[in-house]
């Protein structure tokens, strides 16, 4: 395009030189953005201050559009002036080239500059209202940092949960003992068993080495949120988890374990490659603004983010289910969840105007609120803010183990430096730091990770943008290329879909499992978490999972037929096996066990507040069938 307006000085500045109008306030506040995005490359003055330096350039030119004069003695007005600037950062050259290559884009750009030009009150206005009092673009230290701990944190439950229930679960006289399942698979698949199930356990899959790799997660984790070898500790606390997750076989099939090793590998992106903090105290003083955060690495957590929320809530919409059209699915919720709290006993007897309303707010927080994480600072604020108070009342009613809490640390990263409550620096200070940081040259294997990123972008974009869009459209056919990409990846949990409760149960089946010595009195096994004696209250143990408990809620939506560890777990009772009893709260044969054991199907239900009142029940329930018949340890073979 050609220029417009072509004047030059005799009085070049030594230096690219950006002039504008320092009695407008919406000038002030983006010059300070375009201060820190070139970075020390262009200086920048008041026409107030420069105008007797150039007396080539009138003041209306100068009241009208910014001006930007080259060290050639070029001077360029309004959008180009603006474009000519950014040809001094590297990341933003391609705008210019866009200004003088692609066809409309100047004369749009031109359009947009006079329109803005003219409602600069307008503009100023909308600016507050959508940046606040500061427009430079956001930094994420403070916001790395936090969420960097809280990863390391939940890892920490995450590990400590598990490794007291592992040996009765995959442990070698456990329920699905892990030195019968690999073999297993391997005389089934082969060499190609080491690809289908990538864990370490194929070295050894003792119960000592599983107690190994938990001991070796926990004090990973700590290091973590201590911030020592951060990235280096991410790389291994990935390793032992996805290990562990397939290790667990069924009893670690759930979206939060996914979703913890998809947030884990992509952090591995973000964290800082070093060994030992910077910062002695660093609870408390502000982040090193030396070490900038990865763009990259935080775009695909926050697209994370994007795609956990979004698909949430469209697969609830085209999963079939009317429930969540006609906004009745709390009707049924509260009580026919996998383990709900005690608060949802008393969210149950809630108005059902306000059920209605909470599951409205629920998909628009989950539909609506997500396009908002990639929208200015306010919006995005607020967006965080709603996610995370979505994240805290799903946590108060019902026991999500650590899912809210990887959900909520997703949301920190919307958390710019700007409005970090702990931030001290004074704002001018703030503004040299964060300059200096983009000046200062990133550490080479920081700079890796940053290219690594964006090389897992290019990747994972594809089958995230499709598992995006299955989630519009269940039916839809994959491509058979992505198909082949997914299923190389699809082992390693690194890019994943989600979506809970697309269906909502509307009744609550329980199994009942008791033991008979001589199969005349039948005894129960009271389990720690799940319903079971209807005058215990609902317990809260999240962020710890029941693993056992939540396989229960499973095994009632089907037959025992369907669910082959349920054979195994009554198999390991009528052998006695203390790891198995280890994972109940009661177990009415502790010495000697059952000769017989059966199981039964209840129809579960809270107690309504009269029932409460005259009972002192929180359950009432009907005996439905028989789930599993009268079974001996002579008739069962060994697991």
């Known amino acids: 395009m050609k220029r417009t307006q072509h004047q030059r000085v005799s009085n070049p500045p030594p230096k690219p030189l950006l002039i504008w109008d320092g009695e407008c306030h919406f000038c002030k506040l983006w010059i300070e953005r375009w201060r820190e995005i070139t970075a020390g490359e262009v200086d920048y003055a008041t026409y107030e201050q420069a105008a007797h330096q150039f007396p080539e350039i009138s003041v209306e030119q100068f009241k009208r559009a910014m001006a930007f004069i ?5 001077v360029f007005f309004a959008a180009e002036a603006v474009y000519r600037s ?12 866009s200004y003088d290559h692609l066809p409309g884009f100047a004369a749009i750009s031109e359009i947009a500059y006079k329109v803005i030009a003219r409602h600069r009150g307008l503009g100023s206005t909308f600016t507050r209202l ?12 403070w916001a790395r940092r936090w969420f960097l701990r809280a990863l390391g944190l939940t890892y920490l439950i995450a590990f400590v949960s598990l490794w007291v229930q592992i040996d009765g679960l995959v442990g070698s006289n456990g329920v699905s003992p892990l030195n019968q399942f690999l073999p297993a698979v391997y005389e089934r698949f082969g060499r190609s068993a080491y690809s289908l199930l990538p864990t370490l356990c ?3 899959s003792s119960n000592g080495f599983l107690h190994f790799l938990f001991g070796g997660g926990v004090v990973l984790s700590l290091l973590l949120i201590l911030g020592i070898a951060p990235a280096l500790s991410l790389v291994v606390l990935f390793v032992f988890y996805l290990s562990l997750t397939i290790a667990g076989q069924t009893f670690l099939s759930f979206q939060w374990d996914i979703l913890l090793l998809e947030i884990g590998f992509l952090s591995i992106f973000l964290a800082p490659w070093r060994l030992w903090p910077r910062e002695l105290m660093w609870l408390l003083r502000p982040p090193n603004a030396a070490t900038p955060v990865s763009r990259p690495a935080l775009f695909l957590l926050k697209f994370l983010l994007f795609k956990l929320m979004l698909m949430s809530g469209v697969v609830k919409l085209t999963s079939g289910d009317d429930c969540w059209w006609n906004l009745t699915a709390l009707d049924y919720h509260y009580w026919s969840q996998p383990l709900p709290t005690v608060f949802a006993w008393w969210a149950d007897k809630s ?3 306000f059920k209605h309303f909470s599951v409205a707010f629920c998909l628009v927080v989950e ?3 997500p396009f908002f994480i990639w929208a200015p600072r306010r919006p995005r604020l607020i967006a965080a803010g709603l996610m995370i108070f979505l994240q805290i ?3 108060v009613t019902g026991n999500y183990c650590f899912f809210n809490l990887l959900a909520i640390a997703l949301c920190l990263l919307l958390i710019d430096d700007s409005v970090a409550g702990a931030l001290r620096a004074a704002p001018h200070k703030r503004a040299k730091n964060v300059s200096a940081a983009f000046r200062t040259a990133e550490p080479l294997l920081d700079r890796l990770c940053s290219y690594a990123a964006i090389a897992v972008i290019i990747v994972t974009f594809p089958i995230n943008a499709w598992l995006i869009l299955s989630a519009f459209k269940p039916h839809l056919e994959w491509p058979r290329p992505l198909i082949a990409i997914y299923g190389r990846l699809e082992p390693f949990r690194i890019v994943n879909g989600y979506g809970l409760f697309r269906v909502m149960t509307k009744e609550r089946g329980e199994i009942v499992i008791e033991g008979s010595a001589d199969g005349i009195e039948w005894l129960p096994y009271e389990f720690k978490w799940k319903p079971g004696d209807l005058m215990r209250a609902p317990g809260w143990c999240a962020p710890h999972q029941p693993r056992l408990d939540w396989q229960m809620w499973f095994a009632a939506l089907g037959s025992y037929r369907e669910n082959p560890w349920f054979g195994r777990l009554i198999v390991r009772l009528l052998h006695g096996s203390q790891d198995v009893r280890q994972l109940l709260a009661k177990d009415h044969f502790p010495h000697e066990s059952p000769r017989y054991i059966r199981a039964t199907f209840y129809r579960y239900r809270f107690t309504t507040s009269r029932e409460r009142r005259e009972t002192g029940a929180w359950w009432k329930r009907e005996e439905l069938r028989e789930y599993l018949p009268s079974v001996s340890l002579d008739q069962v073979r060994q697991p």
Not at 86 to 97: G, N, T, V
Request: net charge positive; hydrophobic share 45%.
């Open 70 to 74: 080259e060290p050639a003695g070029e």
């Open 86 to 97: 950014l040809r001094y950062r590297s990341s933003r050259r391609w705008l210019a080239w």
């Open 130 to 141: 959508l940046w606040g009092k500061d427009a430079r673009p956001p930094t994420y230290s």
């Open 202 to 204: 194929w070295f050894d």
């Open 351 to 353: 108005p059902e105007w």
């Open 367 to 369: 539909i609506i609120v």
């Open 393 to 395: 009342v799903i946590a």
